[in-house]
């Protein structure tokens, strides 16, 4: 008789809890997808200054790339365990299947962002369009492998 009502409470008790993490996984999504646009709104320009479609500008592109640079650092938590649905997202399952070389891809990324705030600084626009290739070359790696296009 016992059996009965503890195992309804025990349903109701896993309902609530996995409804609960929706929201979570929802928020984390979105957060995701914020720090990805901050990134964009920096990278494009930097882009067009890459390609020769706007002037270069060395100031600009340095502060555009230590935005960047630090953007990048927020996705340490934006990949949280469970946050590939929940929301409409473009990250892969392979995120958290293969998360310790999603994890190396993350920090190769970070750390090509960093060097490419750290060359901007020098005003160097020949080493500046190289490490912007750099750090496009990393970003690409994560993207080939874990974002559905």
């Known amino acids: 008789m016992l059996r009965t009502p503890l195992a ?11 409804s609960a993490d929706a929201p979570k996984r929802e928020a984390a999504i979105h957060y995701r997808q914020s720090v990805y646009k901050v990134m964009l709104w920096n990278w494009v320009p930097m882009a067009e ?24 650092r927020y996705l340490d938590e934006a990949y ?18 293969n998360r310790k ?17 750290q060359t901007a600084a020098s005003g160097d626009e020949a080493k500046i369009k190289e490490q912007f290739g750099k750090t496009a070359n990393s ?6 492998k874990y974002r559905a296009d």
């Open 8 to 18: 309804l409470v025990l349903m109701v008790f896993a309902v609530v809890a996995t």
């Open 49 to 72: 200054m890459v390609k020769g479609k706007r002037p270069f500008e060395a100031a600009e592109f340095k502060h555009r790339a230590e935005r960047m640079a630090a953007a990048t």
């Open 80 to 97: 949280a365990e469970g946050s590939g649905q929940g929301a409409e997202t473009d990250a892969l399952p392979a995120i958290w299947e």
């Open 101 to 117: 070389d999603f994890d190396g891809k993350l920090e190769d990324m970070q750390r090509e962002a960093q060097a490419l705030a």
């Open 139 to 144: 970003c690409k790696a994560c993207h080939d």
